[in-house]
């Protein structure tokens, strides 16, 4: 099938920030064929032609999610990470079901692409519920299978085992991906992470954890082996391969330099971090040492949106505010960190970039509104998307050429009817 989409702009999605304007995006069966200026558009003759007023962006890249926690958003206001998971959240958790997975990933994946994201990272229970989810919604998810010491869960090794076998018998289409997801050091005994990475790297799977989140978390482990956790990871060979690390907050410039020696990837969860007083990542340093770093917004517990554009503009906020320079991530570089630089954080190449051979996930952002005003040069449509724009200016998405998306509205799911079946879940496990 030949689409051809003509928009004011398009936002193309690498670092340098590429705008181009009266844009054509060329797709046969699912991917870009070509990208430029209508002016030097091929000819394409019988091609379905999608006529958009505002502007085209790559679908969204959401880099750290555990998105099936719209059960619990709001929940636990104002308790540190410690207090909120331990009094709030895995009290909660213990009495979900398979079905109050799948429905809360439904819901927030309709959500999520609502918002221009087409692609998220998501690491929670019953990971084939989520595939499921994302199956209906028309999402892609890579989803890294937790692994967790809970009471009720099997034995560690026994959810390893279990997870591998599940990321080795998934084919790969490019829709789901399993991988691993250890959720940190200070939860995880060191032998599984090892083990769990060493599978990861014989099997290309993405291994993805919690790291140097809260200034205390590493303190028992800093006591025990008289070593940061980054530097206890490489210790016990836990780097190397596909490793994606989220938040790493509190990382000093031996923890980066072992990251760029292992070429450790960096979920950075801005809202999520404010929002629970973690901290402010070190953002210019990491791109600044060649580290990967795509955003992520965490869960919609502790976020509580899943608006990744909204967060393009905490992510630069804070970063200029960290450094005290207006030029320490500049509009580009947000936008590019929610796109390109995800993708490329997430090991999918195939993702992120309006460009010739990925696959063609596209979102149209309505500039109709006073806050794409004033456009001087294309640029300032960039700068517009990053300072001013969020989940609301989205207005039809496409992932691989098919449309979920129309109109603001989800095409295949009742969002609606969703929302009061989250509404009724989440009162239950509450206890209420």
Known sequence: MRQRFTARAAVVGDRAGTVVPDAVVDVLDGSIEWIGPAADAPA?????????????TPGLVNAHSHAPMVLFRGQGEGLPLDRWLQEVMWPREARLTAEDVEVAMTAASAEMLGNGITTSVEMYFQPERIAAAVGVTGARAVIATPLLPLPGM????????AAV?????TPDDGTVEYGLGPHAAYTVPLPVLRDASAAAREHGLLLHLHVAETATEGDDLLATHGLSVPSLLAAHDVLGGRVLA???????????????????????????NAKLASGVARVRDMLDRGIRVGLGTDGPASNDSLDL???????????????????ALTAAEAFWLATGAAADAIGRPDL?????????????????????????????????LVWSADGRHVRDVWVGGSQVVAEGRSTRVDADALRRDVARRAARLAGR
Request: aromatic share 2%.
């Open 154 to 161: 099997p034995p560690m090794e026994e959810q390893l085992r």
């Open 246 to 272: 989220a938040h790493c907050v509190h990382m000093d410039d031996g923890d980066l330099d072992l990251w760029r020696e292992y070429d450790v990837a960096v979920a950075h969860c801005p809202a999520s």
């Open 352 to 384: 992120g970039v309006l460009e010739a051979g990925r696959r063609a996930d596209l979102v149209h952002v309505d500039t109709r509104d006073l806050v794409f005003e004033p456009v001087g040069d294309a640029a300032d449509l960039l700068a517009h």
């Open 44 to 56: 394409q003759p019988g091609a379905e032609v999608v006529a958009l007023p505002g502007v085209l």
């Open 165 to 169: 076998a599940l990321a080795a018998g």
């Open 309 to 327: 554009l909204a967060d393009l503009r905490l992510a630069a906020g804070m970063a200029r505010l960290r450094e005290r320079s207006a030029t």
